[in-house]
């Protein structure tokens, strides 16, 4: 899928891209597949902002993306549609009892395609079935963590695992940052690769266009006030952090791992830091 560039008319449009949205077959989302969504600025339910740099940004409606199929369903892809919440493409599918479902698109889904789910089904392209059916050395996205729970793993755009081996109740999956894991057998994966794979080289070009995602404008420490961040105060003109940089609250960066959830480290065959010091 090739990216789309503009004439340089203004020093914004000179450099920017955007998606090609030549899959994209409808413009309007299925009614009872939509609900509002508030913005709320990056505050969570005390009013606090958790998540700064956020506000503003146009209205768009959330689409229901059903993540955790029934076995057994026979799917025929009824329309490839743009989802202003996620990089990824998105699937309005049909099952055989004539209900409607929005699942995330692959590359190689397409309209009028058929897509299967559960153990019987086939391994085919976009199919749906659990880990101890797929073969060793599939890419696969949309993967379970807990079986049952629904996909949780590998869901953005262009994003895709491999599954390695297969030992005893667990499979071992190569995640897209490198770690290796272990997943239970009987978790679902969907073969493939999620579709939009040029989202990655998507160039933004112009302030305003971030202003619109609802993204605002984030400030350097290094030209804050030293009560406002470890790296502000100071006299005279530009300089460095003057210590090794940290975040506003202190906490040291650039490489420091902030990972304090030990509960899940059994399941790390092999940390993505590992992986990056082997290449």
Known sequence: MPIKAYNPTTPGRRGMTSQDMSE???RKPLKSLIKSRKQNAGRNNT???TVRHRGGGVRRHYRLLNHRLAAGLTLTIEEIEYDPNRSARIARVKDQHGLYHYILADTQMTKG???QTGADAPVEASNRMPLVNIPVGSQIYAIEINPGKG???VRSAGTKAQLMAKEGDYAMVRMPSGEVRKFRLECEATLGV???VQHQNVKIGSAGRNRRKGIRPGVRGV???AADHPHGGGDGGRHGTGKPPRTPWGQLTLGYRTRTRKSTNKMIVRSRHEAKRKK
């Open 24 to 26: 994209v077959t409808t």
């Open 47 to 49: 009013g606090r902002i």
């Open 113 to 115: 395609k058929v897509l």
């Open 151 to 153: 996909a949780q793993m």
């Open 194 to 196: 999620v579709g939009n």
């Open 223 to 225: 030209v804050m006030n």
